[in-house]
């Protein structure tokens, strides 16, 4: 019961918050830009919130290795489930990133593909024209100074089981020509059962999901170092998954 509750209370709060944007954007588009920023870490946080709250689903972050880390930084992470995007969106709490995902999510999600539009994240077609997507993926690094910060999902598409697949390299190479940056490497956990939304549902009470940044590493500068950074974070991100998935056994 408690879990039907939640999915009504979250599919509520994203249809105000996706009216809210709306009309702060069509009576102006900067001022709606800057109130989506401003708005969305605390939209993420706020659905953790309930979670928690209704059903007893805990988010664990460890991000503690960035303190300190010059940013821009590039993330790169194991993908999962729908909820990657809303617990890195509310750990990093101090950056505002920006994530490289499937134009599908664009559009016919209450709020999230408001956020993704205002926020002008790089939605990509997967079957679209490579040349465009790269060029999304340019302008998106470009834009990214300060404390905004781009993510990737190197495997280009969720992990059905939550084992870490192979990690491409096209979108991480793109990114790191237009903008030299520093890349951490980013561990999340316990999404492979939330496929969709209406999954929340069928969690069982106190369900863990786990989000840590496990390594950094120097900004690479030419495209060796940059593959070697890229197989280099999927080792260190795989290590950490099994690591957690053997403590869970104990």
Same mark, same amino acid.
């Given at each position: 019961?408690? &879990?039907?509750? =939640?999915?009504? /209370?979250?599919? #509520? %709060? ?5 009216? !809210? ?58 993908h999962q489930s729908v909820l990657d995007i ?26 999230? &593909?408001?956020? =993704?539009?205002? /926020?002008?994240? #790089? %939605? ?5 024209? !490579? ?120």
């Amino acid at each position: 019961m408690r &879990s039907t509750l =939640l999915f009504i /209370q979250v599919v #509520a %709060l994203l249809l105000w918050w996706d009216l !809210v944007m709306k009309l702060r954007v069509v009576f102006s588009s900067d001022a709606g830009r800057a109130y989506v920023d401003a708005a969305a870490k605390r939209y993420a946080r706020r659905l953790l919130s309930q979670a928690r709250a209704m059903v007893g689903i805990r988010l664990i972050s460890d991000i503690h290795l960035i303190q300190g880390q010059p940013s821009p930084f590039l993330i790169l992470s194991n993908h999962q489930s729908v909820l990657d995007i809303v617990a890195i969106m509310a750990a990093f709490e101090s950056h505002s990133v920006r994530f490289i995902a499937k134009a599908e999510l664009g559009s016919g999600f209450p709020a999230v &593909s408001q956020v =993704l539009r205002s /926020q002008r994240h #790089a %939605l990509i077609n997967r079957d679209g024209d !490579v040349r465009e997507a790269m060029t999304r993926i340019e302008r998106l690094a470009r834009r990214c100074q300060g404390t905004m910060c781009p993510v990737v999902f190197p495997e280009g598409t969720r992990s059905r089981d939550g084992d870490v697949g192979a990690f491409h390299s096209g979108a991480v190479r793109r990114i790191l020509q237009g903008q030299v940056m520093p890349v951490v490497a980013l561990a999340v956990d316990g999404g492979t059962r939330v496929a969709r939304l209406s999954d929340v549902v069928n969690l069982p009470s106190h369900h863990e999901f786990r989000l840590r940044a496990v390594q950094v590493f120097p900004a690479p500068t030419d495209k060796r170092t940059t593959l070697s950074t890229i197989e280099s974070a999927r080792h260190a991100i795989v290590a950490q998954v099994d690591a957690w998935r053997r403590n869970a056994r104990v």
